[in-house]
């Protein structure tokens, strides 16, 4: 792109040109210079995405033009950001304000916390409309109401009166979105819009964005992690690394021809779905002469719901209903669904962290029975690696004494063996000796993990319940972590619980797959038989709604029906319906309606 | 005084702690400033509580003929009496060495106790939940909702009053305050996700509960339990002054305070110099807290 500002073709059609921009970061260690000579032009009515990972200085460049940095902590420190020929880095916070919601309007990833929670959705929306318009009271309640239907809100007139908490996360951004448009703003600065949402709400949201830029000719500045939303979305592409454009073009040139390495390995990364469409993997010790590591027969677990004014239970979340399956020596059985449909809760009673029925057996081993000794030894077998590894690991100690603590616990080693057996555990995941005397906050995300899987290893488990393991780690990461989980698998013949919304990170580490919706499995068989051969509605649904990292594959419209996930709140006294289940080959199972 | 003490210790953790060779916990508290400043000031007041027959210049109980003017009134501070006499013409110096022997006991026993049972109940209901939970913070609510002094009243008029048990009475309706911050801190931390993964370890209740849960309410604990150092010398005053507290002659600071606060216009360094112990004291277990509390928190270490 080489863009001249003096270029009389395309002045009349930048409605943004950023200049040479450059913010600073006050840290401990000094200031430090975030974004680095940032120069870009942002055309009428198309969309840019701004790819790049955690660190990239993706978020701060929309603060920046924002005008929204945390001063004094954070400032714009050169170039600048012209906007219909006023440079928005120097006016002041009074001229900044009418601009901003009116002219420019951003949405960010957390709806919960962009929006007033004491205050109705209704009247968030009338005063946005009344800061930037001269408009009367009802004036701006019916152009609310105009608004929440073009975002395709189920009952409108109704959703004006409730208050944030009565709402989903996907209707919460479709009201941010609304509240974004309301003015009729020239650019929309999204800021990972979809991260914290559904893949079937992600696609929704995705084509509600698509069609009201359409509708609208807003111009679209997007900034994201995720090459599937980028190749799904984009017109053009940045895409940044510590704080600099090292990519720059049109969606194809950056997909198909990356000229910069860093973008390359990025690209690289990516699981894309459908990779490994037709191949066949089975599990390394595929030996049907060994007991399954793990069996779940008919699994039950539901949460009460105490309200009212003798705080009886009211209703239940009946968060998994009858769920069974067996997990093979050396397997990795995934487990996909979206929030809320029971697959965390699931690994979590597995682990005995919550009340449950059914029968539960580890390595033969029926869970549950007999007394604390009992199950302790039972953990011996079977280990979980969470979501977080920061949240997961204690803060206050070191990643040595972190990882050796199972071995302590159980009475396993002490003294110089235990320091033995951990630094072979540090080896064995690569991370260098040295780091064991490190406390958590001392390492990256990467490297957290690797702790945590260190620590899961120590008790030498059969099976590693890995809920969403490397959901919060970056592309390239996720990638090498995922490599590590593989490589132990090998190994060491471990089998996985695979817990993950990501369908395709998915359908590259697992032999066979669950599909969770409403606590209960609708769809169980070989990856090649869900992926390939779907069969249950929601399955299809979820494939179709993952974003494809191939801009040629990209889909006109997404074909995802609206709604929201029902939820699995029942009132006392009524049941889930249990699903039956046909096999239509080869242990496909799939439930019938 | 804490909020004072931050913009000076913080620079110094960002700089100075790039160890290499691990340092005491004592020799890190003893790098700041303020921190040795505190221990100054607690070093100078228990030693005179230890050593108050040596270093008291007079009886504190004795009734000086010229510790009064001719009119009776007492003293400025002079050369003779360095802090001035009381109504009694007794030594106030003398009083108030002796006197900290009271207010540490008090300061310290009593607030111990108070801190050890708050802490202890706060952490077992905000763990636990369920019956225990309701158990113990209904009663938690019940002492709060109790006039504390009613309480002390009626403890104090059942038993015989003596410094002991003025200590007991105060710890009972001072551990209230410590078991709700205390529970209510547990209650979030034993939701976070590393006890979660200490639970899916087999690891048993104690070790969550001291190992895990513990440490991390270490700095409420010293927050706290500083701030109930003075709420409790003020409190074993009042019941001194209600005369169900230390029994006269027997000086502590509060009822120095208490004894000569109607002459505060004429005699203001009876209520001057009690009040100013009262505060160092205060101030230099709270500037110890607050040390104690960076200096035992590895995750201020090496921050960037």
Redesign the interface.
């Known amino acids: 792109m080489s863009l001249s500002p003096n270029d009389p073709s395309t002045l009349d059609e930048t409605v943004l040109s950023v200049r040479d921009l450059r913010t600073d970061v006050a840290?401990?260690?000094g200031r430090k210079t975030v974004v680095k000579g940032l120069s870009f032009d942002l055309k009428r009515g198309e969309t840019l995405c701004i790819a790049g990972e955690s660190g990239s200085g993706k978020s701060i460049t929309a603060l920046s033009i924002m005008g929204l940095l945390p001063e004094p902590m954070a400032r714009v420190s050169g170039g600048e950001v012209l906007f219909e020929g006023q440079d928005l880095t120097r006016i002041g916070e009074d001229a900044m304000r009418r601009i901003r919601g009116g002219d420019i309007a951003m949405i960010f990833q957390e709806p919960m916390t962009s929006l007033n929670p004491v205050l109705t959705v209704g009247r968030q929306l009338r005063e946005a409309i009344r800061a930037h318009q001269d408009v009367s009271r009802s004036e701006a309640d019916a152009r609310a109401l105009e608004m929440l239907t073009s975002v395709r809100l189920s009952e409108p007139a109704r959703r004006l009166k409730q208050y944030p908490h009565e709402l989903s996360g996907g209707m919460r951004q479709r009201v941010m979105i609304a509240m974004a448009l309301a003015c009729n703003p020239k650019i929309l600065i999204a800021d990972e819009p979809t991260t914290a949402l559904d893949v079937t709400i992600q696609a929704q949201i995705l084509q509600l964005i698509r069609d009201l830029q359409r509708d609208f000719g807003t111009a679209v500045i997007m900034i994201t992690h995720d090459m599937g939303v980028v190749a799904e979305m984009a017109d053009r592409v940045i895409v940044m690394n510590h704080g600099h454009i090292v990519e720059r073009g049109t969606v194809a040139d950056v997909f198909e021809r990356p000229s910069d390495p860093y973008t390359r390995g990025l690209l690289d990364a990516v699981p894309k779905l459908g990779a490994l469409t037709g191949i066949d993997t089975a599990p390394k010790e595929a030996d049907s002469s060994q007991p399954p590591v793990l069996e779940v027969e008919d699994l039950v677990v539901r949460f009460d719901l105490h309200g009212g004014l003798l705080n009886r239970v009211t209703s239940r979340v009946h968060a998994v209903e009858g769920v069974s399956f067996r997990l093979e020596p050396g397997e990795t059985l995934g487990l996909v669904g979206e929030s809320g449909c029971g697959k965390s809760t699931i690994g979590?009673a597995l682990?005995d962290?919550v009340a449950w029925e059914g029968d539960i057996r580890i390595a033969g081993t029926p869970a549950g029975i007999g007394g604390?000794q009992q199950?302790?030894r039972l953990?011996?077998d079977m280990?979980?690696i969470?979501?977080?590894p920061y949240?997961?690991?204690?803060?206050?100690?070191?990643a040595g004494d972190l990882v050796g603590?199972?071995l302590v616990?159980?009475g396993l080693a002490s003294g110089s063996d235990l320091k033995d057996r951990v630094r072979a555990l540090f080896e064995r995941v690569g991370l260098p000796a040295d780091a064991m005397a490190?406390?958590p906050?001392?390492f990256s995300g990467g490297q957290r993990q690797r702790i945590?899987i260190a620590?899961a290893l120590a008790?030498s488990p059969k099976v590693i319940i890995a809920d969403e393991s490397v959901s919060a780690l970056d592309v390239s990461v996720q990638a090498k972590v995922l490599d590590l989980l593989q490589e132990l698998q090998e190994d060491l013949g471990l089998s996985y619980l695979f817990i993950s919304h990501d369908m395709a990170v998915v359908e590259q580490v697992s032999h066979r797959i669950a599909v969770m919706y409403l606590g209960q499995i609708v769809e169980m068989g070989t990856r090649r038989q869900v992926f390939e051969n779907p069969q249950h509605d929601y399955t299809r649904r979820l494939l179709k709604a993952v974003p494809i990292p191939d801009p040629k594959r990209r889909r006109n419209v997404f074909d995802v029906p609206t709604g929201e996930i029902p939820s699995p709140v029942l009132p006392l006294g009524q049941s889930v319906d249990r699903l039956r289940y046909s096999d239509i080959g080869d242990r496909h199972l799939v439930a019938v309606s | 005084m804490t909020a004072d003490a931050k913009p000076d210790a913080m620079p110094e953790t960002m700089t100075e702690t790039t160890p290499d060779r691990p340092m005491g916990v004592l020799a890190r508290v003893l790098r700041r400033k303020l921190a040795v400043f505190a221990l100054i000031l607690i070093g100078i007041i228990v030693g005179a509580a230890v050593f108050a027959p040596l270093v008291a210049p007079f009886d504190p109980a004795e009734q000086f003929f010229e510790g009064l003017t001719l009119e009776g009134a007492p003293l400025p501070p002079n050369e003779t009496f360095w802090l001035g006499t009381d109504l009694l013409g007794r030594d106030l110096l003398s009083r108030l060495i002796y006197g900290a022997q009271t207010s540490l006991i008090i300061g310290i026993v009593a607030n111990g106790i108070a801190v050890a049972v708050g802490a202890l109940v706060g952490i077992l209901a905000g763990f636990f939940r369920g019956w225990v939970e309701t158990v113990l913070m209904r009663f938690t609510d019940l002492m709060m909702a109790f006039p504390a002094l009613l309480l002390a009243i009626t403890l104090a008029a059942l038993f015989r009053p003596s410094l002991w048990i003025v200590a007991m009475v105060i710890a009972m309706v001072n551990w209230v305050q410590m078991a709700r911050v205390v529970y209510t801190e547990t209650r979030s931390l034993s939701e976070r996700e590393f006890i979660l993964a200490e639970r899916a370890m087999g690891a048993g209740l104690p070790r969550i509960l001291f190992r895990h849960i513990l440490p991390h309410l270490l700095s409420t604990i010293l927050v706290f339990g500083t701030l109930g150092i003075s709420t409790t010398v003020l409190l074993e005053a009042t019941l001194s002054y209600l005369g169900i507290g230390v029994q006269p002659p027997t000086p502590s600071w509060g009822n120095i305070i208490y004894e000569n606060q109607t002459y505060f216009t004429s005699a203001p360094w009876l209520v001057f110099f009690p009040g100013i112990a009262i505060i160092a004291l205060a101030l230099g277990f709270n500037l110890i807290g607050d040390a104690l509390r960076e200096v035992l928190d590895p995750t201020q270490k090496g921050r960037h």
């Open positions: 840290t401990p260690s979590k682990m962290l604390a199950q302790k953990r011996r280990q979980m969470f979501q977080d949240a997961s690991l204690d803060p206050r100690m070191t603590e199972p616990i159980h490190r406390h906050h001392e945590c620590r008790l």
